[in-house]
């Protein structure tokens, strides 16, 4: 019989840890702070829920779609310190929260209701979920949890910048790398990266525009059907492109963009 993740009480397990987990952390936060803390209990139930979409969409095996709910559920496990404890939602090489997270759930025994090997490979996810790029020679297993829960945090934080752009206000990523709003600025570094289908690093950001091009070269980023029509059917994308002007540079930027999400939005990936 197909595992059916709804009545799953491996996955009741797991929420129930991460709910328990950021309690702790909640219960000595400053108020300032709880409002983040509990953003970060909900915003890894949006990434389940993108996840079951990709699951139901690529139909692995019920080993692999297990380990990418869980992998889901807790890949921010690392958060809860670094927000309440630092003060800061910022990685450096003394806290990473992906590599922290995966040291948090290799120490505790919540992924005991997984053998050795989905263990290692929702670890491994949870490690590698937030690096600019992942490495090459990855475990075939570990890479694909790994690409279902980026592709899915990628949507959620598509879907809370293009709120936070909409309302005008900078959030998240926005104000961790200083951006300055303007209307028509870009860097030429950006312009560049956008032209030849590249990511744009963190280093290049300077402007709003150079953020919301940040956001749409993401579309280069993505592995899986679900994610790319997400994009397209909420409208999100365009309304990431309707925030940059329509002068200069910018008209062939867009059609480029456009034109690479739906042409990729066509290709159908199979996990092997
Ligand atoms: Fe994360």
Redesign the pocket.
Known sequence: MRYNVAMDTRITRCLRWLVDYARTFEDRAPEELRVRVRRKIVHPMRVLAHVRHILKEERPTPELALAAEIAAIL??AG?FAQLVDRRTADDGSEYD??REGARILDGSDVLDVLDGHWRSVVIEAVRL??RAALPEGMEPDARVVTEMVRDA?KLDAVRNSVGGLLRKELTGRAIKYGITVHPTEVSADTVRRTRERKLIPYASMRWSNDFVLFLCAWVHDLHFSYAYNRLIDTGHFEQLLALLPNQGVFPELKAQLRGDLHRLAGRKRTVA
């Open positions: 890949h921010d958060r929260h992906g979920h937030n945090d």
